[in-house]
């Protein structure tokens, strides 16, 4: 998920319109930002299910 966002960011960067100029919008920058936090969310809740810890799942449903 966050090599296809990767992915969108780049094309977005280098692709050029007429009325604006060349660059990397903040949303697409966002989106990467939350695939990421949301893949690490998903490895800490493994490791939370893992031990037998609750607290460690909570991240998981906050950002999902």
């Known amino acids: 998920m966050i ?15 007429d009325n604006k100029k060349k660059g990397v919008e903040p949303v697409a920058i966002a989106v990467v ?4 936090s949301m893949m690490l969310s998903d490895i ?3 490791f939370g299910l893992a031990k037998h ?4 799942i909570l991240p998981h449903l906050f950002i999902s």
């Open 3 to 17: 090599i296809a966002s990767l992915a969108v960011v780049a094309a977005q960067s280098q692709s050029v319109s």
């Open 33 to 36: 930002f939350l695939s990421a």
């Open 44 to 46: 800490v809740a493994m």
């Open 53 to 56: 810890r609750i607290a460690l």
